[in-house]
């Protein structure tokens, strides 16, 4: 059983991510009651599509990543999205906190801030703006007329 102190520790580490979570406009984020034991699972609950577990601990452990991908199996609709995050003990606290995740799933975020917002216009989108060129063109027109 985890002494109070072990505890205060890793509450203070789900607060942090929390508030950076919403520090960066991902919406309001709340630590889950019970870390992670109840319906919700994971250490922290968000409107994002991963499943986090955070450890404030002194030194790495393995488990650490297998519980992580467990808690998004059985509590996430996207079961291949989790991420672990964890501070560096070596350094002052909140100094150096990383995340951890799969590499699929860091080649796919990759992957996706390169993308376009908009590939290719649709078929009606092209139409809506051809039809649009056109009006435009054609109030200049009227307005240079006049």
């Given at each position: 059983m985890k002494s109070q102190s072990a505890k205060q520790k890793g509450k203070r580490l789900e607060n942090f991510v929390c508030d950076r979570i919403e520090a960066?406009?991902?919406?309001k984020v709340l630590r889950t009651p019970g870390s992670g034991s109840g319906k919700i699972k994971g250490d922290v609950f968000a409107h994002i599509d991963f499943t986090i577990e955070c450890k404030n601990e002194k030194q790495w452990h393995w488990q650490n990543v297998d519980q992580a991908k467990r808690?998004?199996?059985?509590?996430?609709?996207?079961?291949?999205?989790?991420a672990l995050v964890v501070r560096d003990p070596?350094?002052?606290?909140?100094?150096?906190?990383?995340?951890?995740?799969?590499?699929?799933?860091?080649?796919?975020l990759l992957k996706r801030s390169r993308e376009p917002i908009i590939k290719e216009p649709d078929r009606e989108a092209a139409w809506?703006?051809?039809?649009?060129i056109q009006s435009a063109k054609a109030v200049l027109k009227d307005f240079n007329q006049q």
């Open positions: 960066m406009g991902l919406g808690e998004a199996e059985t509590g996430n609709y996207y079961k291949d999205k989790w070596r350094e002052p606290e909140f100094n150096e906190v990383y995340a951890v995740i799969g590499l699929d799933q860091f080649l796919e809506h703006i051809k039809n649009l």
